[in-house]
């Protein structure tokens, strides 16, 4: 018996590691669904070059954009859950799903939250020419001029475009929607003057801002942006219920082993609000989260239940 104990022993103590314990096992996969240089590609990069650096194996960003973030989005739903394929999703993979009611995948079922790495300040941002001022002055001009106010977005149905419904549905007024093809021309089309009004993340605008070419009437979030100490809040300045910030979570395939996603949050949440991360972030227009696997979740039903009600409320439909 003693002998049988010993050998039963031994062939526990030389057995393989779990699976988890061995992770990762080979090079990661982290997809962006966006072009290089914005800020999930950014953000990506970061995150991959920290994990690079802790997990000891390669995380490599593949850039695969198209249909909003949509393309890259399924590509991981599809993928083995063994963590070896990962997405930086933003603020679209939530808004997506209201707008598009038959992709293929469902943003629940078919994916593992691991953490929210950071938000994205939205700022409200008027054109010098705007008699605006304040936000209250925005609401009180666009009231008096009905459609009279273009607001301008980075394409038909992007959280830039849904963030100008939600301020529409919020203070009953109607403004005339002008969609482009990114933030960057829409940021142009403000500077040109074919348009007043745009709801960029405050890195797209700081420079405007700063200059005096844009005016910053308010954020869009729960507390005021460090870069920005004199801007209020939307609740700050009289409307309540304008939180729009956008959000870069990492996501896996549903299934993914829960060691692997522990392991992965821990990592994560422990170089993003480290002091270093924590400035990188701030000076790209970020706030650092890490948030835990429940919170990324949560952030991203409620989000989809938002976008739902301003999409059919508005009654907007895709290009």
Do not use: C
């Not at 995150?47 to 850039?63: D, F, I, M, Y």
């Not at 106010?149 to 203070?171: I, K, N």
């Not at 100490?229 to 729009?244: C, I, N, Q, R, S």
């Not at 082993?257 to 970020?286: C, D, H, M, W, Y």
Request: charged share 15%.
């Amino acid at each position: 018996m003693k002998k049988l104990f010993l050998t039963l022993a031994l062939a526990a103590v030389l057995a393989p590691l779990p699976a988890a314990a061995q992770y990762p096992s080979k090079p990661v996969r982290m997809l962006a669904g966006f072009s290089p240089g914005g800020g999930v590609d950014i953000t990506a990069r970061l995150v991959a070059q920290r994990l690079t650096e802790r997990l000891g194996k390669p995380v490599v960003v593949e850039n695969r954009a198209g249909a909003a973030g949509s393309i890259a989005t399924e590509i991981v739903a599809k993928s083995a859950p063994d963590g070896h394929t990962l997405i930086m999703a933003f603020s679209s993979h939530a808004s997506n799903a209201a707008l598009y009611p038959s992709l293929p995948f469902d943003i629940e079922r078919d994916f593992t939250s691991v953490t929210l790495v950071a938000t994205a300040p939205v700022v409200v941002a008027a054109s010098a020419s705007l008699p605006a001022k304040t936000l209250a002055e925005l609401i009180e001009y666009a009231r008096a001029h009905p459609g009279g106010v273009r607001f301008a977005s980075s394409g038909v149905g992007t959280p830039v475009h849904l963030a100008g419904e939600l301020m529409q549905q919020l203070t009953s007024t109607r403004m005339t929607h002008v969609p482009y093809k990114g933030i960057a021309p829409a940021m142009a089309a403000m500077l040109g003057g074919e348009t007043e009004l745009t709801y960029p993340a405050v890195i797209s605008g700081m420079q405007h801002f700063k200059s005096g070419r844009l005016r910053a009437l308010a954020l869009a979030s729960r507390n005021r942006y460090p870069g920005l100490p004199d801007v209020p809040t939307a609740a700050e300045a009289g409307l309540k219920g304008f939180e729009v910030d956008y959000w870069y979570a990492v996501l896996g395939p549903a299934g993914m082993p829960r060691p692997i996603v522990e392991s992965l949050q821990r990592e994560i949440a422990a170089f993003v609000n480290a002091p270093e991360t924590k400035e990188s972030l701030l000076a790209q227009g970020s706030i650092a989260v890490g948030s835990t696997p429940e919170e990324a979740s949560a952030r991203i039903r409620s989000e989809y239940a938002l976008w739902a009600k301003v999409v059919k409320a508005g009654g907007v439909k895709p290009e």
